[in-house]
């Protein structure tokens, strides 16, 4: 199933995406949350009922516009270095490669939609792009076993992590360069982790058209259970929780020479089953 967020006529809410567009939920399930995390909380209950509603579509994609999947998630944690490829592209600067799991935290603030622009911030130009699955955390859990893991999981969607190299590389702590506002892009939907088999999806990035990362989730270092495992030994994890999963080999900043974004910029992610993202580069106001 692939669940989204949209807003039409200036009010948000929840779609069913099916075949030439959109089923609103509240129109035809007016007792069901009318935010993403709420629903997540619910999911159990009501997801047969979702599952079920067969309607006509009650709007065409290009009649609306989609948000986020989540919007306000409780937290956004990425893992770094976790395709080998880039690791190996990581060490040419300077980077040893991990020998545990690398976390760092991206500000709730820095959540975009799926075709909203990125912005090229006044602090600087080292404005740079990641290519990630995502998974958005679906129930309450610490110390979770890596068996059971796949089980806290609600769902997946795309993300650009996008990073400002200069801030995230002055010090050891990587948080700030990650956490500009606009730059956590997700979506376009989520698609149910029932419905997707997460280890094996080609994904890709494009800037401007020109291919500049392609990979497999298969190449995933530590997958999304090991994530799981390790980050709910330290904390607890909740419904909405957005998790990056790394990038591959390709980033602007490890090109020689670099080649950071600019003005006028689109990128461009596609990862199989899960759609694509794309969202144009443009000056903070």
Request: net charge negative.
């Amino acid at each position: 199933m692939k669940l989204a967020q949209f807003t039409h006529e200036n009010t948000r809410r929840i779609a069913k995406i099916v075949d030439g567009g959109i089923i609103d939920l509240y129109h035809h399930l007016p007792s069901l949350p009318a935010d993403m995390i709420s629903l997540i909380n619910q999911w159990e209950s009501v997801k047969d009922i979702i599952k079920d509603l067969e309607v006509p579509i009650d709007y065409r994609l290009d009649e609306i516009k989609l948000e986020a999947p989540v919007s306000r998630p409780g937290k956004i944690f990425g893992i770094g270095l976790n395709y080998a490829d880039h690791a190996v592209e990581a060490a040419t600067g300077g980077i040893e490669r991990p020998e545990h799991q690398v976390w760092f935290s991206k500000a709730v603030t820095s959540i975009n939609g799926p075709f909203d622009a990125i912005q090229l911030p006044r602090a600087s130009d080292k404005l740079d792009y990641e290519a990630e699955m995502v998974f958005i955390i679906g129930k309450r859990c610490k110390n979770i076993s890596e068996s059971e893991a796949r089980s806290a999981i609600f769902g997946f969607c795309i993300g650009n992590d996008v990073s400002v190299r200069d801030w995230q590389l002055r010090t050891g702590q990587f948080m700030i360069g990650k956490s500009f506002d606009s730059h956590a892009p997700i979506g376009p939907y989520i698609v149910t982790a029932d419905a997707v088999d997460e280890t094996n999806l080609g994904i890709r990035c494009y800037v401007n058209g020109e291919k500049r990362q392609e990979s497999n989730t298969k190449y995933l270092m530590f997958d999304c259970a090991a994530q799981i495992a390790h980050l709910s030994q330290a904390m607890t994890l909740e419904p909405g929780d957005v998790i990056f999963t790394g990038t591959p080999a390709g980033v602007g900043a490890l090109m020689s020479p670099a080649n950071y974004l600019k003005e006028g910029d689109i990128v461009r992610v596609e990862i199989d089953q899960l759609g694509a993202i794309e969202n144009i580069v443009a000056k903070e106001p």
